[in-house]
């Protein structure tokens, strides 16, 4: 089907005679490595996304990352254009830790999970951040110390624990910067590492935002076919 700016003297969604293709539209919190991740899945692993789906990431109109605020801005891409809730999957995708320096804070984020469930929406959430969900793919976890993880310190600064652990371990370093994601991270043998590996930690939704975790595997999952 792909997105198209609706016609308002037109239905919302007309089925086809084909079937259509199945949109997944990604808000992201971050405006850096999160849609630079999720790119380098479209493009590295194109062969393992099905021909019948589109992947539509949200654009950001200003810089304001709290959890509503990337609620609101996949609501306002919703409102603009043409999708089907019966067959499309909308994402909003953050993290734990950039939540904890805000004004709203843990009761923010967990106000905004359940206005995701009304509206039928999904959340991908990482604790302590998206950068844990990277390390998963190039590591043995089980070698590492959970607690450290969590806690997720300043090394530096200008880095935290697990950032400094991705530049050590990367070929060419890590960097956040607009235009920097390493992509070789993304292969399809480190993202199936990935998701096996984030089964060991916390996986439920309102659970993550106490726990190390994630569930970001669950929207990988519906992007690709391993």
Known sequence: MGFKERSFNQPTYKQQEKEPTRVIIISCEGSNTEPEYFEAI???????????????????????????????????????YDFNKEHDSLWLVCDREKVIARKTGRKGLLSVIPLCQEKGYSMALSNPLFEFWLLLHVVDISNYDNKILFD???????????????????????????????????????????????????????????????????????????
């Open 42 to 80: 479209k493009t590295k692993l194109s062969r393992n996304i099905s021909s019948l789906i589109e992947i539509v990431q949200v654009s950001k109109a200003t810089e304001a990352s709290e959890p509503k605020d990337v609620l609101d801005n996949l609501q306002r891409h919703v409102e603009k």
């Open 152 to 226: 997720n310190k300043k090394e530096s600064s200008t880095r935290r624990y697990i950032d400094k652990e991705l530049s050590a371990i990367l070929d060419g370093g890590y960097n956040k910067r607009s235009g920097h994601f390493n992509r070789d991270i993304v292969s399809l043998s480190n993202v199936k590492r990935a998701i096996q590996q984030e089964q060991l930690f916390e996986n439920d939704l309102t659970e993550i935002v106490d726990k190390l975790g994630g569930n970001v595997s669950s929207l990988v999952n519906e992007i690709l076919t391993i």
